[in-house]
């Protein structure tokens, strides 16, 4: 099973600061995609990277792919209260085609 | 569109009782899957599928057996329940055309406790 690190685990910042949230692999992903959970319900997808150097913006989000594509970031600018949640980082590796393995997840708050 | 429907929403068990998780999806899709999610540990692949009557091993598939007897249903039986499978429990689908790149669609899960 392959590894996938992401930090920070826990993120508590006020409305209105920036953040950038990290995932790593000692391996290069073949793709890696960005979810984010709400209490009670399951992650839903926001952006896939697949290309080394790849940068996608969503509104205030910044998904980033390394040129290496062996790790990956999210930047939030100007956070508000309602990004508030669980970000999950999940990547695949070349061999597999079914398998994604998860990052543990990065749970932000952002206080008013 | 009712997109991955799981029920029930909340369970308990008792140590040694079976039950089975059941999960269903509308959108024809190939590609089902559970994962359980715990603090700290993240979300870890159970079993999935690539069609009806095709099922294979996750990362943490001990304890647990999955069939797929229609492209809509994937259901989860844990056969003599342990408190190590004190979890959530999640099921996915996503169609199989684009491989990992496709978007992993998540049913709300499944929280169940095993005294």
């Known amino acids: 099973t392959q590894l996938l690190e992401q930090s920070p685990q826990f993120l508590s910042i006020q409305e209105g600061e920036n953040l950038t949230v990290y995932c790593n692999s000692s391996?290069?992903?073949?793709?890696l995609q960005w979810y984010r959970q709400e209490p009670g319900e399951g992650p839903v997808l926001l952006v896939t990277?697949?290309?080394?150097?790849e940068v996608k913006k969503l509104k205030r989000l910044t998904f980033q792919f390394g040129d290496a594509r062996k790790d990956s970031s999210l930047h939030i600018t100007a956070a508000q209260p309602g990004d508030t949640g669980l970000y999950l980082c999940?990547?695949?590796?070349?061999?597999?085609?079914?398998?994604?393995?998860f990052g543990k997840g990065t749970l932000l708050t952002v206080n008013p | 569109n009712a997109g991955v429907t799981q029920t029930p929403k909340f369970q308990v068990l008792k140590t040694g009782q079976s039950m089975t998780l059941q999960c269903a999806q509308d959108?024809?899709?190939?590609?089902m899957s559970w994962y359980r999610q715990d603090p700290g540990m993240g979300l870890r692949l159970i079993h999935y599928?690539?069609?009806?009557?095709?099922?294979d091993q996750g990362e943490v598939p001990n304890g647990y057996n999955v069939s797929r007897s229609t492209t809509e249903d994937f259901p989860l039986r844990l056969l003599s329940a342990a408190p190590s499978q004190t979890s959530v429990y999640f099921c996915?689908?996503?169609?199989?055309?684009?491989?990992?790149?496709?978007?992993?669609?998540f049913g709300s899960g499944t929280q169940l406790s095993v005294l």
């Open positions: 599928s690539v069609g009806a009557g095709i099922t």
């Open positions: 999940a990547g695949a590796w070349g061999g597999s085609n079914y398998k994604l393995t």
């Open positions: 959108m024809n899709h190939e590609y």
């Open positions: 996915a689908s996503r169609a199989s055309g684009g491989g990992l790149n496709e978007k992993l669609f």
């Open positions: 990277v697949v290309t080394g150097g």
């Open positions: 391996s290069v992903f073949s793709s």
